[in-house]
Nanobody, 124 residues
Framework: QVQLVESGGGLVQAGGSLRLSCAAS????????MGWFRQTPGKEREYVAV????????YYTDSVKGRFTISRDNPKNTVYLQMDSLKPEDTAVYYC?????????????????WGQGTQVTVSP
């Protein structure tokens, strides 16, 4: 069973930065496509960024383009989400997700494995 563990969340002022990490275990990491999602109370979980298996192709939701960067280090079994120029509306629980399929997945139903989530809070 694939295990995903996120870290790096916290409280930051608007305009600041955070880097989230997601470490995978019990899997050949390069066989997984990865994604970051986020969720706020009362709302559906939404995709933030996705990255393919090799790490040479990425997609971002419009609201984070130019501010967030997803990357992966396959030898370290880790995917990252660098978040810059943070805004209060970025406040959410951020989840790491993984799946063995090729290509990209933008919906929560397209991922089989999920981390426990890490809270990101951006103050005005």
């Amino acid at each position: 069973q694939v295990q995903l563990v996120e870290s790096g969340g916290g409280l930051v002022q608007a305009g600041g930065s955070l880097r989230l990490s997601c470490a995978a275990s019990r899997v050949t990491f390069s066989s997984l496509r990865m994604g970051w999602f986020r969720q706020t109370p009362g709302k559906e979980r939404e995709y933030v960024a996705v990255i393919n298996r090799s790490g040479d192709s990425t997609y971002y939701t419009d609201s984070v383009k130019g501010r967030f960067t997803i990357s992966r280090d396959n030898p370290k079994n880790t995917v990252y989400l660098q978040m810059d120029s943070l805004k209060p509306e970025d406040t959410a629980v951020y989840y790491c997700a993984a799946d063995r399929n090729l290509g990209y997945g933008f919906g929560i139903s397209q991922y089989d494995y999920w981390g426990q989530g890490t809270q990101v809070t951006v103050s005005p």
